[in-house]
């Protein structure tokens, strides 16, 4: 059994993980513990006080009774807001709070396009543009090269809850750019789980969301991979443990 401890601020689309949890199959557990989410907005000041090393150490605690393997911070807004260097400092103190391997959904995204080998890449997000440059940003430090981008001014996270299939696939279809190589999706308040095969097919061409990519670096970081196709191009790279 390999356990995943994911730390997820607020309520508002963590029933994707039972989802995926139920695609990779029965040895593989999603832990979500809930961490307090403080203001509800997609802005700097507020993104960077849910980001910070108390709020996260709270419920560092259950993950490790709960037997975690590895932890990530279910949060990519919550962690590129401080930028590549301050995202690290929040994965290492996170790490030492854990006393296990830790990581966040933003270098999430660059690991998976990483092993995905992209390059060039284009983003749909649901933040105001300000947050979304930050996001931009953070991938190019990253080594990524970013085609385009759609933001949705979306202040609060309760909002992008509500989003159902048809406006997710609308912002994919409207962030995808010319010569991008993939489109990426980084709210984790944003319900993708079901529609990752429908977005592939419909831009013929990978997309990594928040999610997907949360989940598949606990797995990285636990040293397992898992063929899952319902969850995208991700899920289908060698060595494959078949589910």
Not at 170 to 181: F, I, K, M, P
Request: charged share 20%; with cysteine.
């Amino acid at each position: 059994m390999t356990a995943l401890g994911l730390l997820y601020p607020g309520h508002s689309a963590e029933d994707d993980y039972p989802r995926i949890e139920q695609l990779l199959g029965s040895d593989v557990r999603v832990d979500v513990v809930h961490t307090d989410i403080g203001e509800d907005a997609h802005r700097v000041d507020a993104l960077r006080e849910m980001g910070s090393a108390d709020r996260l150490a709270a419920g560092v605690a259950e993950l490790r009774l709960a037997g975690a393997d590895a932890v990530v911070w279910a949060c990519t807004s919550g962690s590129f807001v401080y930028g590549w260097e301050g995202a690290q400092r929040q994965v290492r103190a996170l790490a030492q709070a854990a006393g296990l391997p830790a990581s966040s959904t933003s270098f999430a995204f660059v690991h998976a396009a990483r092993e995905l080998g992209l390059r060039r890449v284009a983003v749909g997000a649901t933040y105001p543009d300000d947050v979304a440059a930050l996001f931009a940003d953070f991938l190019r430090a990253g080594g990524l090269e970013v085609t385009g981008m759609r933001s949705s001014g979306i202040v609060t996270a309760a909002e992008v809850g509500t989003w159902g299939e048809e406006d997710v696939l609308t912002l994919a279809r409207a962030a995808d750019a010319s010569g991008a190589e993939a489109v990426l999706l980084p709210d984790t308040a944003l319900h993708t789980a079901a529609h990752l095969s429908l977005l592939e097919k419909a831009l013929s061409k990978p997309v990594l969301t928040a999610n997907q990519v949360t989940v598949w670096e606990g797995l990285r970081l636990a040293d397992r991979r898992v063929n899952a196709p319902a969850l995208g191009t991700l899920f289908t790279r060698e060595p494959i443990v078949q589910v």
